[in-house]
Nanobody, 117 residues
Framework: QVQLVESGGGLVQAGGSLRLSCAASGSSFMFRLYAMGWFRQAPGHQRELVAKITAGGSADYADSVKGRFTISRDNAKNTVYLQMNILKPEDTAVYYC?????????WGQGTQVTVSS
């Protein structure tokens, strides 16, 4: 059984920062082989990709967060992070962690991020 557990969400003022973490566990889960991603879903909107990091460490970002968000991974800790700076009210959403290996993917339960203006 694979589990992805997000943490670090909360309420922050515009211009502030938050760091999200996603810890992966599972007896047969080989974290280092998975591309890891952060998605978000705001009320009334579809879930969208925020940032993704490949198994090899290459990162990609949605245009809306480039220059403000940074994704990173620690394979020794089976954890992926999302550092979010210069937060804007439009960043308010539930943020989900995703592990993807093409043939199979896994999702966390989500963590709420609310940015007040």
């Amino acid at each position: 059984q694979v589990q992805l557990v997000e943490s670090g969400g909360g309420l922050v003022q515009a211009g502030g920062s938050l760091r999200l973490s996603c810890a992966a566990s599972g007896s047969s889960f080989m974290f280092r082989l998975y591309a890891m991603g952060w998605f978000r879903q705001a009320p009334g909107h579809q879930r969208e990709l925020v940032a993704k990091i490949t198994a090899g460490g290459s990162a990609d970002y949605a245009d809306s967060v480039k220059g403000r968000f940074t994704i990173s991974r620690d394979n020794a800790k089976n954890t992926v992070y999302l550092q979010m700076n210069i937060l804007k009210p439009e960043d308010t959403a539930v943020y989900y962690c995703n592990a993807d290996r093409g043939i199979r993917d896994y999702w966390g339960q989500g963590t709420q991020v609310t940015v007040s203006s």
